[in-house]
């Protein structure tokens, strides 16, 4: 299983044993990691899974849509190059050890 890992935004860090092919948010949502929400069920129409990508990782995910790029202008915090919505990042054995930092807040 790919490894995945969630620093929360006072810097602890929560290392996963991921579900391939589920998403970041759905990893996140099934082993309870506080702050990322997952309002919308991970359709792309909340950006409560806004995740900052650690830039390591950047050049290996998929590219970001056009819808995703929207949703992420009205993220709560701000947003940075390397945010990204959760639900919108399928993991991989490609993407095996992936770390994304969560936001202070999602709403």
Known sequence: MPQLSYIN????????DAKP???????????GIPG???????ACQCCTCHVYVDEAWMDKLPPMDDMEDAMLD????PRRPNSRLGCMLP???????????????QI
């Open 74 to 77: 009205s993220t709560a915090e």
């Open 9 to 16: 935004h006072l810097g602890v860090r929560q290392d996963i």
């Open 91 to 105: 993991m991989s054995d490609a993407l095996s050890g992936l770390v994304v930092t969560l936001p202070a807040s």
């Open 21 to 31: 092919e589920s998403t970041v948010m759905q990893n996140a949502l099934e082993r």
């Open 36 to 42: 990322i929400n997952g309002d919308c069920g991970g």
